[in-house]
């Protein structure tokens, strides 16, 4: 069974227009990460979030942990072509490491 | 630097062959993990190697098998070959093993079993 739940399963928005993805664990989160997938192709990393409340930026991608740590967001600000992919959301249960099952996010020109 | 590096980057194989899927680690990088991501999936962890030691393993049956080398370039064995086994196979590499360490991924190897 999946333990990240990631939503929406799917996103198209028109360039230049804001979106939000969602990852949510039952669990606890010791670390969550967040990469971006080109379809076929490896993962990027993108960012990486430990604590409680933490927020991280970069570029016009901003992702957050809450304070329970069980949930996270990742925002895109006036997205791009460039910005279309699949994003996942990651996290350890000790030694191993488990994804959410994406988010496929299109931008239409 | 160079980063991670897989090989090959396609394969076809048949029903009950099997194949040998290869990885080197980012320079400095001595944990290798392996994934299967399915069409539509996220990827599923396989197992980790740390300092040649296997560290981990996912729920994926003993047909699956991994080794990894001194310089910490890593191999993938998959026996008796399944049409399930049809996927994108990552690798990714981390400074250390265990923590929150931050993994960097191959390109990775599409692996189709007719």
């Known amino acids: 069974s999946q333990e990240l739940e990631q939503s929406p399963q799917s996103l198209i928005v028109q360039e230049g227009k804001n979106l939000t993805i969602n990852c949510t664990s039952s669990k606890t989160l010791y670390g969550l990460y967040w990469y971006k997938q080109k379809y076929g192709e490896g993962l990027i990393f993108l960012m990486m979030?430990?604590?409680?409340?933490e927020e991280k930026s970069h570029e016009k991608i901003t992702a957050k942990l809450d304070e329970k740590k069980q949930q996270s967001s990742l925002h895109i600000t006036a997205s791009q072509p460039s910005h279309a992919g699949i994003y996942l959301c990651?996290?350890?249960?000790?030694?191993?490491?488990?994804f959410g099952t994406g988010t496929s996010l299109t931008v239409i020109p | 630097e160079t980063g991670v590096t897989q090989s090959p980057t396609h394969l076809i194989k048949t029903r009950g062959q099997q194949v040998t899927l290869r990885c080197s680690s980012q320079?400095?990088?001595?944990?290798v993990s392996w994934y299967q991501q399915a069409l539509g999936q996220g990827p599923q962890f396989i197992f980790q190697y740390y300092r040649e030691e296997e560290n981990g393993r996912g729920n994926f049956p003993p047909r699956f098998s991994g080794l990894q080398f001194p310089n910490y370039s890593s191999e993938l064995n998959v026996n008796a070959l399944e049409l399930d086994d049809s996927a994108l196979y990552l690798c990714?590499?981390?400074?250390?093993?265990?923590?929150?360490?931050?993994?960097?991924f191959g390109p990775g190897t599409r692996l189709t079993v007719l």
């Open positions: 990651g996290a350890e249960k000790g030694n191993q490491f488990y």
């Open positions: 990714a590499s981390s400074l250390d093993g265990g923590g929150t360490d931050t993994q960097y």
């Open positions: 320079s400095g990088h001595n944990t």
């Open positions: 979030l430990q604590k409680g409340g």
